[in-house]
């Protein structure tokens, strides 16, 4: 699927679509809203950025905004199973 960056005119093809389901990885066609997404091989997507339209947020609702905002890779490819069990564990946690 081809979908806009930030409302903005870039578009990005994504390829692969992955979550995590019982600690694994999974394809899937569509990722909802607080679930972790794996997109692969996008350079210009950035922590915070969105896919699609932009999100509408309900008027008066406040949240407090992440203490910490990171992008997590394993060192090696034989890792990425480790990383994906720590942020499935601090998703949960969450």
């Not at 899937?28 to 922590?47: H, K, L, Q, S, T």
């Not at 992440?66 to 394993?74: G, I």
């Amino acid at each position: 699927d081809v979908v806009r960056i930030n409302d903005s005119e870039k578009f990005i093809k994504i390829k692969n679509l992955k979550t995590i389901y019982q600690g694994r990885e999974i394809n899937v066609d569509e990722v909802g809203a607080n679930d972790i997404a794996i997109v692969e091989d996008i350079e210009d997507f950035r922590i915070g950025d969105y896919l699609g339209a932009k999100p509408c947020l309900i008027q008066g609702l406040s949240h407090q905004h992440p203490a910490l905002k990171s992008s997590v890779r394993p060192n090696k490819p034989e890792e990425r199973s480790k990383v994906i069990s720590a942020l499935n564990t601090l998703w949960i946690e969450d």
